[in-house]
């Protein structure tokens, strides 16, 4: 649905965006993550034909947004990260006004029924009679959300859509993104990455305008931390480094924490080696009382922290074309 093919992006002699190349698939959420000045919005700019690109290109539902840009733009929807709201009209007036650009090929009684759907939607029924301009900062972020999806598109491009919510609000929009998967391809830029893990089926992630990954949240953290690491907790302070190191395919063994009735571990094994059974069997037969035992993930924000930090290693990004 969306495809992005080398795209680069230069203002003078500066490059913000670097030979990025990224496929969606039909009804994905993509999460969008890179630390401020990375590219993301320039590369959001570029898919939404707001402004052109250097290099490459980039295809919305079979359409370059460039050789053919009414085609692909009325089949997207943007929300940039400041909403495109007129201070002087109420919502009403200005999703209306939304509608005629967007649906003018519906009737007036149509547009006005996919206002009224829209401002249900997105929760802003109840502001429909309040000026833009004095709405609250989260409700107009969704005042936003609702002019996306105002003529029903298959593509929504997102810019930090929870930017300014409450809690409360922050979870009713999640929850609206992610029922609207499968009915529309959804790329969504944010700060928050607790949001990606908990809405996105894949994450690309940009650093200085280039990807260094694309994949699932899942495979991420299971390729950067390894299946190979494990987390033991026994219920002895006795120190049972040796005890561990001794299990066959175990690589390194160090005291994660230490309490007065228990001691975590960390486990690190041969890769490929599952080692679970034998960690079992060796704490219980020491009879050191097993508490806790599991494989240890990164976090999203590790993740994207060891991406993204100078002094860290970048992972190589997978091909866009391997990862469907």
Known sequence: MIEVQHLTKRYGRFTAVDDVSFKVEKGEILGFLGPNGAGKTSTMRVITGYMPPSEGKAVVAGFDVFTHPIEAKRRTGYLPETPPLYPDMTVREYLTFAARIKAGELSTNDRKTRVEEVMKKTHVDDMA???CGKLSKGYRQRVGLAQALIHDP???V???PTAGLDPKQITETRDLIRNLA???TIVLSTHILP??????????????GK?????TPENLTHELKGASALYVQVGSTQDATSM???IAGVRAVTIADRHDEFTGYEIESEPNRDIRQDVARTVVNGGLGLLELRPMRMSLEE???QLTTEDQPAAPAKEAANVQ
């Not at 949001?195 to 200085?208: G, L, M, S």
């Not at 990807?211 to 994949?215: G, K």
């Open 211 to 215: 990807v260094v990954a694309i994949d």
């Open 244 to 246: 561990l190191s001794e």
């Open 129 to 131: 009679n309040r000026q």
């Open 154 to 156: 298959e593509v929504l």
């Open 303 to 305: 993740i994207f922290l």
């Open 158 to 160: 997102l810019d930090e």
């Open 182 to 184: 499968g009915n529309h």
């Open 195 to 208: 949001e990606v893990a908990q809405t996105c089926r894949k994450v690309v992630i940009i650093n200085k």
